[in-house]
């Protein structure tokens, strides 16, 4: 037999030297929930070991990842009923818990990457991503509300922005609106192509934002198509969005392999709650090996052309495998 590739696979050198994919703590983000109060450092009944914080709690997290050199957060808040409206109001009044612990994270931790998240959702009483009018997601009149959103987050001094709502054109209309007020270092990481999936369970559990009607169909892409993904990429880019992003992601390798193919731009993929929640449950059950499986997965993400990857395993993954 002229060719055996078993032959590079014999000792854990030579497989070494063959590794194609390699994942170190700086392509990961953290995501964070945040609610308002103190002292508070509540578990998350469908995605055990992420917890929601306070601020006081969330500063000792940081602090925490900060020693394992995982150093990008993405920080989703919690928001009291009470505080929603139809227009999402709360999301840029100065009084705003979200946009004042974001300036208090910078202040103590500069040299750490912090990113928002663009949406109506956890502001608006309908818990839909965009503006409701007539049991309808309306495009046009969303965008103003995310641009004063993001106009707020950039001066509260997040690093990036990221826009979770996939209405058309809110990353042009949201550079436009920064530009103008001054914040052209503040950069936009698109969740370009994200889909309308059942995966993101957990999530709206921590942060009690699923919809009160109808589903998010109209404006979440679609998990049948990946071509589509390829009209929504070319527009972000178009419109000035800095890093491209595919959302789930271990259900959609494809989709972030057909970006990375297409674009120039750094892609990012958002392995999400759900998704980590069924690895998690497995595990419990001893019927997966946390210690094998939760690396394997993060490590397809990358294979599949993932430069950065959001994922609730961020930290147990830096435990093991950051800064030593
Ligand atoms: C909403 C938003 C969602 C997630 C991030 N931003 C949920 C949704 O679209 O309903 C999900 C993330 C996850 O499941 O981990 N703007």
């Known amino acids: 037999m002229l060719r055996r590739p078993r032959r590079n696979r014999q000792s854990a050198a030579l497989r070494g030297m063959a590794t194609e994919t390699h994942l170190s703590v700086e392509h990961l983000v953290f995501p964070l929930f945040l609610l308002n ?14 917890f929601r914080f306070s601020p006081d709690e969330l500063y000792r997290e940081i602090e925490e990842c900060m020693e394992l050199g995982l150093t990008n957060f993405v920080v989703f808040p919690a928001v009291a009923d009470a505080l929603k409206d139809q227009t999402a109001t709360y999301s840029y009044h100065p009084d705003n818990f979200y946009l004042q612990t974001a300036r208090e994270i910078k202040r103590r931790f500069p040299e ?32 103003p509300i995310l641009a004063q959103m993001s106009v707020a987050q950039a001066e509260a001094g997040f690093d990036m922005l ?15 609106a920064l530009d103008a007020a001054g914040y052209t270092k503040t950069g936009i990481l698109a969740y370009t192509a994200k889909y309308a999936s059942a995966f993101y369970g957990p999530f709206r559990d921590a942060l009690a934002s699923a919809p ?4 998010k169909k109209s404006y979440q892409m ?3 198509n990946r071509r589509e993904a390829l009209i929504e990429a070319e527009l972000d880019t178009l419109e000035g969005a800095d890093m491209l992003m595919v959302k789930p992601a271990l259900h959609y390798l494809d989709v972030i392999q057909a ?14 709650s759900g998704e980590c929640a069924m690895l998690v ?5 001893g019927w997966l090996d946390f210690e094998r499986a939760m690396p394997e997965a993060l490590l397809s993400i990358r294979r599949a052309g993932a430069d950065v990857i959001l994922t609730y395993f961020a930290k147990e993954w830096a435990k093991r495998y950051g800064r030593v």
């Open 37 to 50: 109060g103190q002292g508070i450092r509540s578990e998350i009944k469908s995605l055990p070991g992420i």
């Open 112 to 143: 750490c990457c912090l990113i928002s998240d663009v949406a109506m959702d956890p502001y608006s009483s309908d818990g839909h991503d965009g503006l409701v009018r007539n049991g309808e997601i309306v495009n046009d009149d969303t965008l």
């Open 162 to 176: 990221g826009p979770s709502d996939m209405m058309d054109g809110r990353v042009g209309f949201m550079r436009e």
């Open 212 to 215: 009160k009607s109808g589903d």
């Open 222 to 224: 679609n998990p049948a």
């Open 259 to 272: 970006l990375k193919a297409q674009s120039a731009l750094p892609i990012a993929a958002y392995h999400v």
């Open 281 to 285: 449950a497995a595990c419990q059950n």
